[in-house]
């Protein structure tokens, strides 16, 4: 998946170039996870989250983070991974199945071992 970005894609694309050709399969496959988690949790913007949003968010939030989060307020919070990720998914877009949907089979296979190791 391509970064929306076109500078970015740009910049991938020259630094894929330079890489030996050994190299190249795996960094780009970083990047297609990247631009899509990107993607993904950029789409929380079109969902408009709402302060009800962020106050149900906190209530999630272990004590300390709530407490900074509360702090920071609703829109420096609005593109912190996992609010967006809580906006997404409280408007039915999980991420396992958007990224399922969103790469291809073998991208997907990829991601879903890192999380794995991750949990």
């Not at 391509?2 to 330079?18: D, G, I, M, S, T």
């Not at 988690?37 to 709402?50: G, N």
Request: charge should be negative; glycine fraction near 6%; proline fraction near 3%.
């Amino acid at each position: 998946m391509e970064h929306p970005n076109k500078e970015q894609r740009v910049n991938q694309a020259e630094l894929l170039a330079k890489l030996p050709e050994e190299m190249r399969e795996e960094h780009a496959r970083i990047f297609r996870l990247g631009n899509a988690a990107y993607i993904y949790h950029r789409q929380a913007d079109e969902l408009e989250p709402t302060e009800e949003d962020f106050k149900e968010w906190l209530e999630g939030l272990p004590n300390t983070i709530r407490r900074d989060m509360e702090m920071k307020g609703f829109e420096l919070c609005k593109g912190i991974l996992s609010f967006t990720r809580y906006v997404n998914e409280k408007n039915d877009v999980g991420m396992g199945e958007w990224m399922k949907r969103n790469l291809n089979e073998e991208d997907y296979k990829a991601w879903a071992a890192l999380r794995n190791e991750d949990e």
